[in-house]
């Protein structure tokens, strides 16, 4: 781990301040070798900026994917902008999409079922998984100052392109020490877990549907987390997303209601819906309330309605000015809807779920999970 946050962090910023006076420098002083075409500029400045950044995106998650083999930490899933390499029993499909979550963006994606089984094997797994994190870290770095040094010695006159690049990696190193709703980078998540190795359920919430289903033991820590009162929250965003897993599983199960979760939930939107000015947080709340009622449904509860009106006072409240998000937030009433109306039967039998995960379609056990989920809801 880096010891002292601030000086490695004012160190990145001050290479970067340098390189654009550096860069300032030969193009108002030194401007007579700075002669270019502005279409052939923005073409291929451009072009290669795209290039760079998946290059640089793939060098850093190639970085997380060495530490995870060093620590035996199986990999589920290598995301590089479109391209997906998915573990499928004993061999891997890669797949390229064009739209979708993390299209600008990479990650790597563990299993865990099979490493955390109980109390001992979980702290050591948060251990290996803060290694992994910072391997990410630190290939980002060492191609951060490799570009620096390229810029400072190998002085050509295309002398943006190593800008660009160091640029890039700038851009991704300082992410790593952000938080943005329940995405946290790299830094801070590694430091989070060295203090606190019993959320590494929480934060590896989306293992309980790719590895539908998890052990019971990764299923009492998701609760334990969710029920705890010590939780600050600013971690609230984990909250709502274990909370919707759990929801999956519970209406999979279509065991006894449980009283506790149907309370917690009620009091937990209540105390947490008020429309933000983060975008994001709005629609996990409004993901989190649909998948609630999709619970009352399967149970028929008398909150249904009440919960049903809440959504839509909020949808209203959130995001009335922003018609995109309008229009994607109002298919989740319209998609409840289509299941609550008991006057058109046949609509029920082709329902189907709207909280599907494009990233994870080519999963197996997700798809497994889907299918059991929508046969549950529709056979209830």
Request: aromatic share 18%.
């Amino acid at each position: 781990m880096i010891k002292n946050e601030r000086i490695f962090e004012s160190g990145i910023n001050a290479a970067i301040i340098l390189v654009i006076l550096k860069v300032v420098y030969k193009i108002i002083i030194d401007n007579k070798n700075f002669k270019i075409d502005k279409i052939q500029f923005i073409i291929v400045y451009a072009m290669f900026f795209i290039c760079a950044h998946y290059v640089f995106v793939f060098i850093h998650e190639f970085g997380h994917l060495l530490f995870m083999k060093k620590r035996n930490i199986e990999v589920a899933m290598f995301v590089i902008g479109p391209i997906l390499f998915v573990k499928s029993t004993n061999r891997i499909k890669i797949k390229v999409r064009f739209k979708g979550e993390l299209i600008w963006g990479g990650c790597v994606i563990p299993y865990v079922n099979s490493r955390i089984k109980n109390q001992e094997s979980l702290e050591q797994y948060a251990n290996d998984y803060v290694y992994m994190l910072m391997g990410g870290v630190y290939s980002s770095l060492v191609a951060y100052v490799i570009c620096i040094l390229f810029f400072c010695f190998i002085d050509g006159t295309n002398y943006l392109f190593s800008p660009i690049c160091i640029y890039i990696n700038w851009s991704i190193l300082i992410s790593l020490f952000k938080k943005t709703g329940n995405v946290m980078g790299d830094f801070k998540m590694a430091k989070f877990l060295t203090q606190n190795e019993d959320m590494i359920i929480a934060i590896l919430y989306n293992s309980l549907l790719i590895e539908f289903p998890v052990n019971q033991f990764i299923l009492e820590k998701c609760e334990e987390f969710v029920y705890s009162k010590k939780i600050n929250k600013e971690y609230n965003y984990l909250k709502i997303c274990n909370l919707i897993n759990l929801l999956v599983y519970k209406i999979i199960n279509l065991d006894e209601k449980e009283e506790k979760m149907e309370e917690y939930l009620i009091q937990f939107t209540k105390q947490n819906l008020e429309s933000k000015n983060d975008i994001y947080y709005n629609l996990l709340m409004c993901r989190l309330i649909y998948h609630f009622l999709l619970y009352e449904y399967c149970y028929e509860s008398n909150y249904l309605e009440s919960m049903y009106d809440l959504l839509h006072n909020f949808i209203l409240d959130s995001f009335s000015n922003n018609n995109t998000f309008f229009n994607y937030v109002k298919k989740y009433q319209v998609n409840l809807l289509k299941l609550i109306d008991s006057k058109n039967a046949n609509a029920n039998k082709q329902w189907n779920y709207f909280g599907f995960i494009s990233l994870f379609q080519y999963i197996n056990n997700y798809m497994y999970m889907i299918e059991l989920l929508e046969a549950n809801i529709i056979n209830r």
